[in-house]
């Protein structure tokens, strides 16, 4: 990939810059972002691990006319898979390449929009005595999903929101208005939550992360172990928990995503292909300046 993002830069053959505000220039920009975006799957289809497992045949078009008919709507990438799929780790690649070329993203996770059950934790004695009674923590009536709705449409139409803050240290506590989160040209959106009901109707582009079972668990146990101090034998109960609320909530949505990513494929492949959208999409030829 970074043979591609070389060539990109280093070409003497570009495309002057559409004029976004007319029709025919969004319908050049569509058509040379089909042509790089062939290109990447043509390479990834090379690759021992690629990164791209599925593409939905009607994704192109359907993309290909949004931009073309409403230019003016924020761009909102909705991203879902299964509980430690990759899909946090993918949204740090791409905070890094926000940060590294002050990219127009905002970034937003939908744990945020679980319901505060602080109540119930306290009337059970714990998190983990509440998930044992049979409460079930992730199915979607335990989402603000209108709230969460209504803030991406809100965004996608240029208005900056005030999201909700779930607090992940075993309190259930769930604090209204607490993060500024700004509505730049592009959102992307992580979580199981993304496509839960109807808020997956929002989303110009939903990605799917898929990654081995096996591959799941050992993330999710380190994870719960190392970092949130959980004895091994709690963790593999919340983990057998995670399987069945895969196989109900989630795992359904895999085949209606436009876009299914591998979460065992290598990082720094990925960023390297961030950069290389990044490059094609900023590497066009000037117009020249009239005398």
Sequence with gaps: MKSLIEKELQSADKILKPDFSSKSGRELLVFYLQSKFKQILSYDGRCENPIFKGINPNFASKFSRRLIDNPSK????????????????????IKKDIE???LPVSILSTDNYFNDISKEIKEYGGFDNLRDAGYDLDAPSNFQLDILKNDLISL??????????????GTGISVPNAQDIKSNKIIVVEGIATMYDN????????????TENGIRKERFITRACKERNQDEENAIKHWNYLIDVGDRYVKPFRNQADIVLNGNADLEYFADILEYIHAFTNNYEQSPVPA
Excluded: H, W
């Design 74 to 93: 924020r761009l909102l990438i909705g991203i879902t898979g299964e509980s430690a799929s990759g899909k946090s780790t993918i949204c740090r690649e």
């Design 100 to 102: 590294k070329f002050d």
């Design 156 to 169: 996608s139409e240029g208005f900056d929101i005030k999201a909700p803050m779930y607090l992940p240290n």
């Design 199 to 210: 808020v997956q109707d929002v989303f110009d582009i939903k990605i799917y992360v898929e």
